[in-house]
């Protein structure tokens, strides 16, 4: 499994290229917004482009996403269906993050336990809500590798305060989910610097206040 940071927007969100060594098969998770950028750097590495994931629906993970589900002719998968909210609160997210308006419909929700191949990448999907109601991470158990979004950071947690977010429903899904994927594995978070699973245990004492 290959992949690469692309950060866009001023939130400085981290957008992923992620691709099968093999086949060249790639996801989009989380574009947020720059499409642009993201295009060319698609280009530069010559993916085939053949689906869209998404953690959760706020505007700073979804800004380029309908814009590149058309360009590639490619489907938007996930979040969790919990989510909903704030696919009908766009005008909100607006406010909030004061972002450009964006159309986003998705094509597939996904569910806790479901798994999603890029060629031969698996990925496994866990409902993680707290940051926001559907929030989803992916999990490649062959490479250690876990894609958060905005559930946790390096040596943080993703914010509880938005309409929606629940502190103690975050650190559950961290504690009951995340942690117990095993130390070894390699964060890489919606925002910021990727760290691990063993240096947040250490590290961030955010994870065990409730």
């Keep these: 499994m290959k992949y690469i940071s692309i950060p866009v927007t001023n939130f400085k969100q981290n957008c992923y290229l992620v691709w099968c ?33 998404i953690t959760h629906c706020h505007l700073d993970h979804i800004g380029a996403a309908d814009i590149l589900s058309n360009f590639y002719q490619i489907p938007i998968l996930g979040p969790h269906k919990k989510d909903i909210f704030w696919l009908k609160n766009i005008k909100l997210q607006n406010k909030i993050f004061q972002l450009p308006k964006c159309i986003f419909k998705n094509n597939i929700w996904l569910k806790n336990n479901q798994i999603i ?67 070894n594995n390699i964060i890489l978070p919606g925002h910021g610097r990727k760290t691990t699973i063993s240096k947040e245990i250490i590290n961030n004492h955010i994870i065990y206040k409730k």
């Design 21 to 53: 060594k093999k086949t060249l098969k790639a996801a989009i998770i989380d574009p947020g917004g720059e499409y642009q950028k993201i295009i060319k750097i698609i280009s530069l590495y010559k993916l085939n482009i053949k689906k869209i994931l």
């Design 117 to 183: 191949n890029i060629g031969k990448i698996i990925l496994k999907i866990y409902h993680c809500p707290g940051h926001s109601p559907g929030h989803i991470v992916f999990f490649n158990k062959l490479n250690n590798i876990l894609i958060s979004g905005d559930i946790i950071f390096n040596n943080s947690i993703g914010r509880t305060d938005l309409p929606k977010g629940n502190f103690n429903m975050l650190i559950n899904s961290i504690q009951k989910n995340i942690i117990p994927l095993g130390i």
